[in-house]
């Protein structure tokens, strides 16, 4: 059960993700009807024994295998330049946090607030308490409230790097120089795991990401603490 699992998208827990979960399972659904048409044709063109050496042409079967393509990409294009919007879309956001890469940690600072950063680094093993994850657990999470557009700006500096979440669906890329944003919402509290998905050095797999999803009041006392 744990290995099929892994096979799956992790649970979402941001409206962005579970459009992208939908979207996953329309294309699959598509092709899956497209393997069990095709397979279907190969076995019965194997099996019978029809002939016909003057067949020169057909139209008809020509205009389906032209016309039905191309029906398929629109009905799996609309869907996916629809996603395309939302996922760059930022609608007067709440809370704005910006993550920097360095080698090999990440630096978090809260724009909206006054002296709120701090650096975030992974937790060496012999540190970890029994309910924390090996190479996942970090000493310093990136507290955020839940139900509320939040703007995330990541840039880098020194190396590229990529602040990736996969329950949120979001992946920004950090690079020296430049500011990146992306946008996203907390559907409910608890912890939230990423990594750095760049390869920018030897260590880029030791730089996690834990994002602790709160209630409003309890963001307001972690601000104040």
């Not at 059960?1 to 992790?10: D, E, G, H, I, P």
């Not at 079967?61 to 629809?82: G, Q």
């Not at 992306?182 to 608890?190: E, H, I, M």
């Amino acid at each position: 059960m744990a290995t099929w699992s892994n096979l799956n998208l992790q649970d979402s827990n941001s409206p962005l993700m579970e459009q992208m979960m939908f979207f996953h399972d329309h294309t699959l659904m598509i092709l899956t009807g497209i393997t069990i048409l095709v397979g279907y044709s190969l076995a019965s063109a194997m099996k019978n024994k029809l002939i016909n050496r003057n067949l020169l042409e057909g139209q008809t079967i020509e205009l389906i295998w032209t016309v039905l393509p191309a029906v398929t990409l629109v009905f799996i294009a609309l869907p996916s330049l629809r996603l395309l919007y939302l996922m760059d879309e930022v609608n007067s956001p709440m809370v704005t946090v910006k993550a920097i890469g360095h080698q090999w940690y990440w630096s978090y600072e809260y724009s909206d607030f006054k002296n709120m950063e701090f650096d975030s680094y992974m937790k060496p093993t012999n540190e970890l308490m029994n309910n924390e994850f090996r190479l996942l657990e970090v000493d310093n999470r990136t507290t955020l409230p839940m139900n509320v557009q939040i703007r995330m700006l990541v840039t880098a500096t020194d190396v590229l790097h990529s602040w990736a979440i996969p329950s949120l669906g979001i992946k920004i890329d950090g690079a020296p120089g430049r500011l990146n944003q992306g946008s996203f919402t907390l559907s409910r509290p608890g912890l939230l795991f990423g990594q750095c998905s760049e390869i920018c050095g030897a260590n880029h797999s030791f730089m996690p990401i834990v994002i602790e999803s709160v209630s409003i009041n309890q963001f307001i006392n972690w601000l104040k603490n």
